[in-house]
């Protein structure tokens, strides 16, 4: 469950498909502030990271020591029980198991010196349709309730909330909602609405209206224009449903557990959710909802038994028991034949060829979640099988090169009842999937019969470890999401986080019995019979086949209504748009104050030393044992053309071997000694004055303390030793890189409008949408199909003896105050070994355009739509409030306007560093209509003055310190004045100015920026094709198909 930051407070994903890894697609770099958000690495070509906790098995006793507890089991606590208490040294807490006596509601409370503080109610929900019952009832609970009868107030408290983490989801048997905050008062705050929220919505006709389905008249003021579905979720999922990996995932859980509630689709499928009625809605939570079906976790430094009273108080002592059995998801029984499921996708004209652009999945079943040893053995045995080249089904199905790499559900999946095995390809022939059912079958009875080289075990095995120890500042949630699943199905999540004693356990059991995985392998793998193949195949007619089934449910339904009824829908119409439109009493929601969030959190400091000529940062923090070592090159020096192969370069340079270590070697030694080493390309404004750029590559890498020399030593043969002289190595890493970055466009499809967007503003935008953008997809494809592979290593390696350059270089380490000495003795040695030669330049001019429009049509039901703008950089003193200013807009005028009104999922707007203003929208019906409403926000802001008032301005503050105060990793502390040279002080000054933005200033901004058309703006559209586009804005647009 990764959130993408970028959604976060602005668009909730609150729908999950399971299955999927969700796109980390980052390619971008709109830069924010204490945004860690530039860390996402492209997953696809290293081995993915473990998951923080896997599973065990559960019949591990109480472990209790002589320790002090602060609750003691077995006595009662504002009628909770104090069940059962525990303490997990290696991640530093306890954890306490509270029972209601009354109604059987298990409240897991984990104690930990962790100030992001977390809270969350989780319920089993287990649909038998596909009408998005559990995701429509996500939405419509967070719409209103008893104290809190306000529209969204979840989204109202974005605003009015410093929380690191807001968010409901929909998981194929739960539904959850989660918050995190750093400020105790923000959390008892979030905490009453939350509860409010699902135990007393109002569930109100009007808002299933908005948020579920309706049918309505195209215009609403025009009572004979044709009748449409419309519908926030509706809408939603039509746009889920236009990306193929979700349509992949989802098919994938419906046909290999078909027996039970994962044969429905959770979030809703289009075509069946206009059979939902509200009363349906009003039964499921009565049932679903009730606390004696509800989990609820806790975690962090505050006192538990606030929340105890709470509870007690308020939502749980006038309710019973109840037996939840009726939610309980019995074990799927297994198929006696395996099974084959093909299935078709929309066309998706930005990925392969047609002929190329299927996808195949073969999955097999494994264990029962609950199953808590069995499961993680059967994750780390996945790992094994899977991950990196020394892995056997990487050896035999992705070297061969006949597809685009692993598709996105492939890895051990224990999301459900029962848990899966699964290996995807994506972009390969229909031919080829005969060979990749062989491939399958043969790489388990070869890895059956012959076992695994203890080393790469050993590798994958030492990453879990590592990842222990890494820490998190989204540690809380992070527990909370690996365990979600376990808890729903009533496994054993306590003894789930005693990872170490697992992998003792597994370790054991591999030293005592020499075949002892090859034996796994034999009853999970090579005798299962419960096995899926399922493959897709793109079809050139299924927007229109969709689109004729959604007219034909309109015509049923339009056929059954008589005069009165017609009439009826339209009154109904004007009565919701009414509604929306109404201005609603935010009043009785609590608020932080000034005082609540003047003081800015405290981080340790960081000093700057000279090493060697090198500019070095040292910051000594706690690390729980781990060294981080980070270094910047500075590339400006490079040539255009070079430069634009730079991602790719980063993307798959330690994945090719060393003139001392071949691939699989190095790659190996890697795994066994570091976190990994991963190189990213940043092109860094100035932020005084946006007049010059630079483009740097960074190295991030990290390693348990003892292993820090092996660690530097890794990273300088990758340095000065990286060979590209491996063609077909190289010719299969490219492919699954083009592939990797075509598929999965639209999910991520605001920001590729930014980036379009900005491309039409500046020429270091036009180069950030050549080197992150859509327009980096079709130069990668161009560049492939013009240059032969020769040219190709000879290029690369060209380019890489003019990266790693001493002389343009700086370094970073974050460790531990009694292992910095040591830490910098081996960094003293590594910079001794670096070549030096001429220092080249440093940075770049920037230009302006004239301002100008372009489209890149894709074929998806939805649009993206984005508009760029130049102001100020982020040294600049109007910075601060142009910041507030685009918080503002967002949640007074662009979420209530193109989200509630016109029906997207979302909107918004931001700056960024380099004093880029953005505006954009999410899965949006709209796209004339959406640049039109980002042209018109001066009228709006001028003839709605009054939304301007004490309390707006205070939070769009708030929304602001959410991304400035967030927690940050203490491996990544100082990384704003290592990348922008963003110092202490200039942070502090920033944040000060924020927090005395008055409204005179904004008002001064408005005029300033927004009064007159700016000078160097750009607007982007990502979507269907749009004839009308020149003709309806009266402007001139560059059309890319
Ligand atoms: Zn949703």
Redesign the pocket.
Known sequence: MVMNPFLEGVM?S??KVLWSLHNQVLRNQFINFKSVSTYKDIPGVHAKEPKLSPQQFGCIPHVNDKRKYKYEEGKIYHGFQCERVEHISEFELTSYTFRYERTGTELWHIDRNDSNNVFSINFRTTPFNSTGLP?IL??LSLCGSQKYPVRDPFFKMLNRSVATLMNAM?GPDYTIYPFSTMNEIDFRNLQRIYLDAVFRPNLAFLDFLQEGWRLENKDIMDKNSKLVIKG??YN??KGAFSENAQIFSQNLLNNILPDHTYRYVS?GNPLEIPKLAHKDLVEFHKKYYHPSNARIYSYGLHDPIKTLALLDNEYLSDQSWVDNSYSLIRQQERWTQPRFVHISSRLDNMGATIDRQNQIAIALLMCDVTNIQESFELHVLSEVLIRGPNSPFYKNLIEPNFSGGYNQTTGYSSDTKDTAFVVGLQDLRVDDFKKCIEIFDKTIVDSMNSGFDSQHVESVLHNLELSLKHQSPHFGNTLLFNSTALWNHDGDVVSNLRVSDMISRLRERISQNKNYFQEKIEEYFANNNHRLTLTMSPDEAYEDKFKKAELELIEQKVKLLDEAKLKKIYKSGLKLDLYQKAKSNTDILPCLTMNDVRDPPKWPKYFIQNMQNVRTQICKVPTNEITYFKCIFNISGLSHKETQLMPLICNIISAMGTTNYNYREFDKRILLKTGGIDLKLHLIEDVNDSKSYSLCVMMNTHALNNNVPDMFSLTQELFKNVKFDDSERLKMLIENYISYISVGVASSGHLYAMLGATSQVCDAGKLKSLLYGVDHIDFMKNFVKSTSMVEICDKLSDIVTKVFNKNNMRGAINTTQSYMPSAIHNYEIFLETLSAFEKTKTSRNINFFEPSCQQYVMNIPVNYCAKALFTVPYLHQDHPTLRVLAKLVTAKYLLPVIREQNGA?GAGAKISSDGIFSFYSYRDPHSIKTLTAFDETYEWLQSNQNVIDQQSLFEAKLGVLQQLDSPIAPGNIGIDYFLYEVSQEDFDRYRNRILSVTINDLLGAIENYFGKESMHYGKCILGPVNKNLEFETNQKWIINI
Do not use: C, K, Q, S
């Open positions: 909730l609150r729908w995701h996500e939405h929909t926030v979720v939603e999922m979030g999922y």
